[in-house]
């Protein structure tokens, strides 16, 4: 599995999540930068993503959703504030209603990636900023941490390809 760590921090108001890949960091950067690949893993296997929009500049966005077992979609958005091939990324991500707009009633949060050279081997950090304590343990209640594993933990597979 490449999921190396995952800590949830109260104090700082952050999930992060440390990867270790196989694959050189222009690979795993493809992961995130080319839509139908992300479509592949962002999302748990039984809730895959489709993203309808992608605009990967700074200052771009994109809108998905997942489709559950049973047909159901959740929705989400993206903003891209800043992104430093191949080694960086930051998102504010949020839920959106199924029109792909952003839902007011639920808080956006701002997503880290890193991503580093091992020698042969690459780890990508992503950190989830939160802005509370309340909105950090509704994700968590949500089961977004057990999500984002199951989701990053379809990687392998397709870095393997």
């Keep these: 599995m490449t999921v190396v760590s995952s800590v949830k921090d109260f104090e700082a108001l952050t999930l992060t999540i440390v990867n270790e890949f196989d694959a050189s960091v222009d ?4 992961l995130w930068e080319d839509p139908r690949q992300l479509e592949r893993w962002w999302g748990p296997p039984t ?4 993203f309808t929009e992608f605009e ?5 966005s994109a ?9 159901d979609k959740a929705h989400g958005w993206w903003k891209f ?3 430093g091939r191949p080694t960086s990324l930051e998102i504010q991500d949020g839920f959106a209603d199924e029109n792909g707009e952003p ?8 997503m880290r990636v890193s991503i580093e050279d091992l020698g042969g081997r690459t780890r990508m950090t992503i950190a989830s ?5 309340e909105q950090l ?16 933990g379809q990687i392998d597979a397709i870095l393997a390809e």
């Design 27 to 30: 690979r795993v950067w493809q």
């Design 63 to 71: 809108k998905y959703h997942m489709t559950g077992p049973e047909g």
């Design 56 to 60: 990967f500049t700074a200052g771009g």
């Design 103 to 110: 839902d007011q009633s639920m808080a956006s949060g701002t």
């Design 81 to 83: 504030l800043a992104i």
């Design 47 to 50: 809730w895959p993503a489709t």
């Design 129 to 133: 900023h939160n802005d509370t304590v």
């Design 137 to 152: 343990q509704q994700l968590i209640d949500m089961g977004m941490e057990e999500g984002m594993k199951e989701a990053l």
